[in-house]
């Protein structure tokens, strides 16, 4: 008891210092971002790391298939951004746990290191509508291009999904059975060779789930063209900027040797509370939020209390639109 209730105080803590995850209604989409710690380039795009990012990915959108749709992702060296649409922020959470612990299990495996490879938690914001759709697609697009490390998305050697959205690429990563791994290991005796991690590798096919539910209506064609259109847009848009600023771009073997574990600065700017180009959108989505937040606090505390008083399972419910901290609805 003195352990749960530890716990609750600390992810109560972290609470006061975050923002709460909030989904409105089912099948919303958001835009996620994770950033690598002090900006190391830990995803510095080698095809092991391909790889390894692909497999994890695929590896993880598996068992939560019936309740997130993956519809378009970037990978650079020290961060990535995904598109998805989320049945409930519960299947969201979830989801990003799966992944990021994944992930950052195997950039430890590949870099030998231990220990938290993330800054802070990932970032999400809900898409209201096409417009903000449109715009974070075009953002997404264009990563790699606005940073001036190539000149255009397709000539990135990592993890992009223009080039799965454009021309339909097809892409595989593998996936380490690493608990099955070192089982076998453990199994093996004195004088026997040690099983090998090619055993205990496969294969996965990473695949988009198509457009967002605000482009359902859009045939596959239409949506090829428009995220084509896009591209030519900022791909563009930087290519002015740069003729103007009379700079030119990394380039390919740049990247591929720059510095991994050198400190870089990482943007601090807030994360929007959600994307919308609607004034009234913003504001019912404000205070359906605030109205969330507070009734979330008030059973927090209804909690805390029963905990503090010794009942075992305390007979509160959360809100919806949320992830509860103990039991409850």
């Known amino acids: ?46 095809r092991q790391t391909n790889l390894i990012i692909a497999g994890c990915l695929a590896y993880s959108l598996e068992p939560f298939s019936e309740v997130i749709q993956l519809h378009a992702y970037v990978f650079l060296s020290n961060h990535y951004h995904l598109i998805l649409s989320a049945k409930t922020q519960r299947d969201l959470s979830a989801f990003m746990s799966h992944f990021n612990g994944c992930l950052g299990k195997e950039l430890g495996v590949i870099h030998d290191l231990h220990g938290k490879l993330w800054h802070k938690r990932y970032r999400s914001s809900p898409i209201l509508d096409e417009g903000a759709l449109e715009d974070r697609y075009r953002y997404l697009l264009a990563h790699s291009v606005k940073e001036d490390l190539v000149e255009h998305p397709g000539e990135w050697p990592g993890l992009h999904a223009y080039k799965q959205l454009c021309h339909g690429e097809i892409v595989e990563g593998i996936w380490v059975d690493r608990t099955g791994l070192y089982q076998a290991r453990q199994r093996v005796k004195p004088g026997e060779a040690k099983p090998q991690e090619a055993e205990f590798t496969i294969r996965l096919r990473l695949e988009l789930a198509g457009p967002p539910p605000m482009w359902a209506e859009l045939s596959d064609e ?39 574990f050198e400190r870089r600065f990482t943007k601090r700017t807030p994360c929007p509370l959600c994307h919308t180009r609607i004034v009234s959108l913003m504001r019912e989505f404000k205070a359906a939020y605030w109205a969330f937040v507070a009734q979330f606090k008030e059973v927090s505390f209804e909690l805390r209390s029963a905990l503090a008083r010794g009942e075992v399972a305390p007979a509160v419910s959360f809100p919806e639109g949320g992830v509860p901290l103990y039991g409850g609805g």
């Not at 409105?24 to 995803?43: D, K, S, V």
């Not at 563009?236 to 073997?253: D, P, T, Y």
Request: charged residues 30%.
């Open 1 to 46: 008891m003195v352990l749960a209730l530890a716990l609750l105080t600390l992810t109560l803590m972290e609470l006061e210092m975050s923002r709460l995850r909030f989904q409105p209604a089912e099948w919303t989409t958001h835009f996620i971002t994770q950033r690598n710690l002090m900006g190391y380039l830990l995803m510095r795009p080698t």
């Open 222 to 260: 239409d949506y090829r063209e428009r995220c084509e259109r896009l591209t030519r847009e900022v791909v563009e848009e930087h290519r002015a900027r740069r003729e103007v600023e009379r700079k030119g771009v990394l380039g390919v073997k740049r990247v591929l040797t720059q510095p991994i």
